[in-house]
Every structure is written in structure tokens, then in C-alpha cells.
């Protein structure tokens, strides 16, 4: 072979090997190329998978936050409480079935002046300032879960005796015409004949709030009578012409009082008469629920307490009386005995006997702080408690700190 063939021939074959490297290389870069694209598209792949389960993640958590914010509500049953005031004890398990009820105790410490000494209020202080001992003592600055305006309060289940709600209960205070609660269990437990007739003298009249009456001075009726407009309507000539027709008479009945207070062991406890007007008659939220129960033993006191109105006939004038706790007339309660009042030294008050949610509870609010607030704070306990009634399972126990209100 020529050496132009040999040249020729050693040309040819290093060309078919930079052509066959040149398809390798190709190759390679062709397969470089789809093996990129495929590691593109399962990056892509998972990142979608990724943010799909975030997406989930992040509904399911917004689901069960909305879930476990409603446990919360359900548990509380109460109005959103200020920071501070309300500490749970109960563990995410507790919390996963709504709780039936939660019981709520709070109480404001002693007031004490900037030398140390605690604060006694007295009626001339009240005079002074216009303001209840309640406020004179600080008990308004004192918070609860359902935000109640009385400065004092208390719920109780009548046939266990368990304490559903304590606010100040143990605070001794003015109790106004809660006082005529027990001149009408001393009356009807003296047995003493209803249909005797007594009369309003003048010394049925108030001389110490200087309070006005519709019973004027030389006014006859029967002892139920009186009853039924002290109790119905808190006529204090009525309440206190009850007391002076009592055996022995004024003083034997302010005794009386006493002495069955004591019986039913109220121990805060004290009365000098049996109207209420003196804030000398004074007791606590934890000793009314004591004489609510034993009244509402009474069915005399019972009807009378929660009756809409009562008309009485003097000569040719008839003289109509009304309830003072407008929720007997409202067909939404099941009030079975009631009775409001109101001094200065005491602020609005109001105990209750009253069926909701399957339960008889007496309710005590005492120092509220406006006209209605106190009816106000009767409907905030009826929608915690029949709320909370409604659902089935165990109650969380809950602790709550006193607090002063902002």
C-alpha cells in the first residue's frame, strides 16, 4: 500500500473516531439533558406534594383552632373575661368535651386606709360620699367571668347546697328590704291569723329616710294584706306595722328576727327592724341563701313574693300595688320566690329562688351598681348556667384570682 493509502487510511479512521466521539458526547449531553428534566420535574412534584400538605396542614389546624376556641367558649360558658382574671386548671383532654359547669369563686381583699387599718364604713361616710358600703369598701373594683355589675354574689343549688357562683359572699353588708324576707318568715311561723286586722299609725312611719307610702296614716287591712304588700310591693308601713302587731310587739320582734337568724346560722347576721330602712340590718350573700332556702319552704311566701299585683279597696278608692321585680311577669323565668331592695348603704339588691336547667338555685346579688343591673346580672347567671346545662360531660375545675377592674 502507497503511503498517500496508508495517509488516507489513518485520516479515515481518526475521523470515525471523532465522529463516534462526537455522537458520544451527544449522547451524553442528550441524556444529561433528560435526566435534569427529570429531576425538575420530581423536584416540582414534590414541591407541589409539599405545599399540598401544608395547605392541608394549615386548614386542619384552622379547623381544629376554630374547634378548640369553640371547647373554650363552650367550657366557660361565660363572657370573654378580662386578662388575669380566670386560670384553668385542666388539661387539653379535659377541655376536648364541653364542660357542664364551671364553678367560679371570687373575693376582694379587705380595704385597709394608707396607715394600715381596715376601712369600716358607716351610714355618715355613705352620706357624705352617695356612695353603698359596697363601694365605700372597694368590692366594684372586683372582677368576675360573667362580668357582673352587683358588687356581691352568690348562686347556690337549693337541694345539694353546692356553691355554683361566690363573688364577696362572705362581705357583710346593708340589706335593705331583704330584711322583709325574714319579718315574713317570723309572721307566718308565729301562726298568727291572717285575717286579723291591723292599722298603719304613725309610728309606721319612716322617720329615718323619710321614705314615702301609699298606705296613709290610719289605714286598716289584714295582717295577709300587709304581708302580701311587704313582700309584693316592699311597702315599708306595711312591713313595720307587721312587726309592731307582733305578741309583745316591736322589740319581741326584732328578738324574733334574731333569734331565728341564728337558728338558721347566720352568723353575719343582725337586725333593729323589720323594714330594712336602717343599714344596721345587715348580712352576707352566704347567710341570704340560708333564708331564701328556709322562706321558700313557705308556700304563703312563695305566692305572695311572686305575685304581678294586688289591689287594695279603701272607700271609694282602689289603691293597685305592683311588683317590684319586673322578671315575675316575664313567662321566659320560673321564679319561685323573690324579693328586691334598696338603700343607699346597700345599693340594689335582689335574691331569687328560680328553676333553670333542670336545677332549683337560689341566687343572692347584693351592692349593685344601677337600676336594672341587678335584673341585668339574674339573666347573666341564667344563660351560664342554662348554657352550660345543656351540654353533658365533666366540669373543669377553675380558679379565679381577684382582680381589679380597668
Not at 285575717?195 to 295577709?224: F, M, Y
Not at 299585683?309 to 278608692?317: H, M, T, V
Amino acid at each position: 500500500m502507497s503511503v498517500l493509502a496508508v495517509s488516507w487510511v489513518a485520516q479515515a479512521d481518526a475521523a470515525t473516531t471523532r465522529h463516534k466521539s462526537s455522537r458520544t458526547q451527544a449522547v451524553t449531553k442528550t441524556s444529561a439533558k433528560k435526566v435534569k428534566v427529570v429531576k425538575i420535574v420530581k423536584i416540582k412534584k414534590v414541591q407541589r406534594t409539599v405545599s399540598k400538605s401544608k395547605s392541608r396542614a394549615r386548614v386542619v389546624a384552622a379547623k381544629s383552632s376554630r374547634k378548640g376556641a369553640s371547647v373554650m367558649a363552650r367550657a366557660s360558658q361565660v363572657q370573654a373575661p378580662r386578662s388575669g382574671i380566670v386560670r384553668a386548671m385542666a388539661s387539653a383532654d379535659d377541655l376536648a368535651v364541653p364542660a357542664r359547669l364551671v364553678p367560679v369563686s371570687v373575693h376582694a381583699a379587705p380595704p385597709v386606709t394608707s396607715t394600715g387599718r381596715t376601712i369600716i364604713a358607716s351610714p355618715s361616710m355613705s352620706a357624705a360620699s352617695g356612695a353603698s358600703f359596697g363601694q365605700i369598701y372597694g368590692l366594684h373594683h372586683t372582677a368576675d367571668p360573667l362580668d357582673l355589675k352587683s358588687s356581691v354574689a352568690l348562686v347556690m343549688d337549693q337541694d345539694t347546697n353546692e356553691i355554683l357562683l361566690a363573688k364577696n359572699s362572705e362581705a357583710v353588708l346593708p340589706i335593705a328590704s331583704l330584711t322583709k324576707l325574714m319579718t315574713a318568715l317570723v309572721v307566718v311561723e308565729a301562726r298568727l291569723p291572717m285575717d286579723e286586722t291591723i292599722t298603719v299609725t304613725q309610728d309606721d312611719v319612716d322617720t329615718e329616710k323619710n321614705s314615702s307610702s301609699r298606705l296613709a296614716v290610719g289605714t286598716t287591712l289584714t295582717r295577709g294584706e300587709a304581708l302580701h304588700l311587704a313582700l309584693m310591693s316592699s311597702e315599708n308601713r306595711a312591713a313595720h306595722a307587721l312587726g309592731r302587731h307582733y305578741p309583745g310587739g316591736l322589740s319581741a320582734f326584732v328578738t324574733a328576727m334574731n333569734a331565728k337568724a341564728q337558728q338558721l346560722g347566720m352568723r353575719d347576721t343582725h337586725y333593729v327592724e323589720p323594714t330594712g330602712l336602717s343599714s344596721q340590718n345587715q348580712s352576707s350573700a352566704k347567710d341570704l341563701a340560708n333564708l331564701v332556702k328556709s322562706a321558700s319552704q313557705q308556700a304563703l311566701i312563695r305566692e305572695l313574693s311572686t305575685s304581678t299585683g294586688y289591689a287594695i279597696q279603701r272607700g271609694a278608692r282602689q289603691i293597685q300595688f305592683h311588683n317590684t321585680n319586673s322578671l315575675v311577669r316575664n313567662p321566659t323565668w320560673d321564679i319561685g320566690l323573690q324579693k328586691t331592695g334598696y338603700i343607699v348603704e346597700a345599693g340594689r339588691c335582689l335574691v331569687m329562688q328560680a328553676r333553670m336547667a333542670g336545677r332549683k338555685l337560689i341566687m343572692v346579688f347584693l351592692d349593685s351598681s344601677g337600676k336594672y343591673s341587678r335584673l341585668g346580672d339574674a339573666e347573666r347567671v341564667r344563660r351560664w348556667i342554662e348554657t352550660a346545662g345543656r351540654h353533658s360531660g365533666p366540669s373543669a375545675a377553675m380558679q379565679v384570682t381577684s382582680q381589679p377592674r380597668s
